[in-house]
C-alpha cells in the first residue's frame, strides 16, 4: 500500500503561482509513476501531468505544457507540481496519483493509488 497526501493548494489571482506537494508513505516509492490529476465542479477527472518512476520522462496535458512543471525527489518521496501563470480555468481539486505501469498507465487513468485532494482555486 501507498499513501499519498498532497497539500499545497489554495486561493491565488490569475498570473500567480502555486506548489503543490505529494508526500508518500508505505511501499518504496522510487518503484512507482506518478501524476496529477484535476476535477473542476461538474466535470469528469482530467490527466494534467506524470513522471517517470527515475524523473527522466515527464508528460504534460496540453492544456498545462508550458505553465506546469513535475519533478520528484525519491530521497524525500515526494513529488511537486509547479503551477505558473495560473488561469481561472485551472480552479479544480487536485489530486496524486501513483501507478506501477508507468507514464503511459496514469496518462490511461490505470491508477494504483489516490490521493485525497487539494482545492486549487484561481480568481480572475
Known amino acids: 500500500q501507498v499513501q499519498l497526501v498532497e497539500s499545497g493548494g489554495g486561493l491565488v489571482q490569475a498570473g500567480g503561482s502555486l506548489r503543490l506537494s505529494c508526500a508518500a508513505s508505505g511501499r518504496p516509492f522510487r518503484y512507482y509513476a506518478v501524476g496529477w490529476f484535476r476535477q473542476a465542479p461538474g466535470k469528469e477527472r482530467e490527466f494534467v501531468a506524470a513522471?517517470?518512476?527515475?524523473?527522466?520522462?515527464?508528460y504534460y496535458a496540453d492544456s498545462v505544457k508550458g505553465r506546469f512543471t513535475i519533478s520528484r525527489d525519491n530521497a524525500k518521496n515526494t513529488v511537486f507540481l509547479q503551477m505558473n501563470s495560473l488561469k481561472p480555468e485551472d480552479t479544480a481539486v487536485y489530486y496524486c496519483a501513483a501507478g506501477n505501469r508507468g507514464t503511459r498507465g496514469l496518462m490511461n487513468y490505470d491508477v494504483d493509488y489516490w490521493g485525497q485532494g487539494t482545492q486549487v482555486t484561481v480568481s480572475s
Open positions: 513522471i517517470s518512476w527515475s524523473g527522466d520522462s515527464t
